[in-house]
């Protein structure tokens, strides 16, 4: 089985970026990510600093608001408005889960299209449903960048995702059913009869439904490429930090009967990052009346 791995993809990637935000810079253009993070979820506190770092790398600017628990709705709303009319900044991600009662879906909806470089918002996944997508949201966009850089079929080919989230599975499986990409897709969830049946169907099987190494070796067909979103923290006493990461997919125990796969840790993870930074220079850029970049 091939191993499928974000480090032979995404470093390029992140190149391509930077020398992208210097020739913005040369011609004036500035290029800022305003992050926000509600609370102390210690899985979001590392996805925040992991973003800061990478903004960083890539010679983007970034700022980012870390607030207590306890803020209310009213002032959250409050900042996402003054990013909104804060020319400086081109895109604003909140990162969520927001802890209670905060409500995400009208904190989500504050943002301004333009800015909304994760493409949470109902107006930029309704561009994308309609097949005009300005942001691709960035999980599903680097699952894409998997697919094309090694050049795995899609076109008429049977893809399964497990997993209907907004972030996820549904903007992937309406992606994957437009041009080019073309395939056959099943969207799967927790309420889908004879599971392992269905992903059994799969030219090409895509978890992300957070359930530790649900996906095992009699839900693959033989020969099928398999892509794991899960990232789940379980119980392990002899990983010195009594916990270790794993997906949703059993990668050792699929081995034997898929062709290629990406592990977890080392796959899917980085990618995430990357194309939220290739959002946040299209940001830019279209507030500046230019095109998307090519990658
Ligand atoms: N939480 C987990 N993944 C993401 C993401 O891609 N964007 C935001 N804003 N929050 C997240």
Redesign the pocket.
């Known amino acids: 089985m091939q191993r499928l791995a974000g480090k032979d993809i995404f470093p390029q990637v992140q190149a391509k970026l930077a020398e992208e935000v210097a020739r913005l810079s040369e011609s004036g253009i500035s290029v800022t990510l305003a992050v926000i993070l509600v609370g102390e979820d210690p899985a979001?506190q590392i996805?925040v600093a992991s973003k800061e770092r990478t903004c960083g790398e890539l010679g983007i600017g970034s700022l980012v608001t870390r607030l207590p628990a306890e803020t209310t709705q009213a002032e959250l709303l409050e900042l996402v408005q003054q990013y909104n009319e804060d020319p400086q900044i081109n895109g604003i991600?909140?990162?969520?889960?927001l802890p209670a009662p905060l409500d995400e879906d009208e904190v989500l909806q504050a943002i301004s299209p333009d800015k909304d470089v994760?493409c949470?918002h109902p107006y930029n996944l309704g561009l994308l449903t309609a097949g005009l997508a300005r942001f691709v949201?960035?999980?599903p966009f680097g699952v894409l960048q998997f697919l094309k850089h090694h050049q795995i079929p899609t076109s008429g080919k049977k893809i399964v995702i497990l997993g209907r989230s907004n972030?996820f599975g549904r903007p992937m499986s309406i992606l994957l059913s437009q041009k080019p990409w073309d395939a056959t897709v099943t969207l799967c969830h927790s309420r889908t009869q004879n599971l392992a049946e269905e992903c059994r169907q799969a030219d090409i099987l895509i978890a992300a439904i957070g359930k530790p190494m649900l996906v095992t070796k009699d839900f693959i067909k033989p020969g099928a490429v398999v892509i794991d979103v899960g990232i789940n923290r379980i119980a392990d006493p002899n990983h010195p930090k009594g916990s270790r990461v794993v997906g949703d997919v059993d990668y050792e125990g699929i081995a034997s009967v898929a062709s290629a796969a990406t592990p977890v840790p080392g796959g899917v993870g980085i990618s995430?990052i990357a194309m939220?930074m290739y959002n946040v220079v299209n940001a830019a850029r279209f507030a500046n009346g230019l095109e998307a970049f090519e990658l």
Do not use: M
């Not at 991600?93 to 889960?97: A, I």
């Open positions: 979001s996805y991600l909140v990162q969520v889960p994760d949470f949201p960035c999980t972030i995430t939220l």
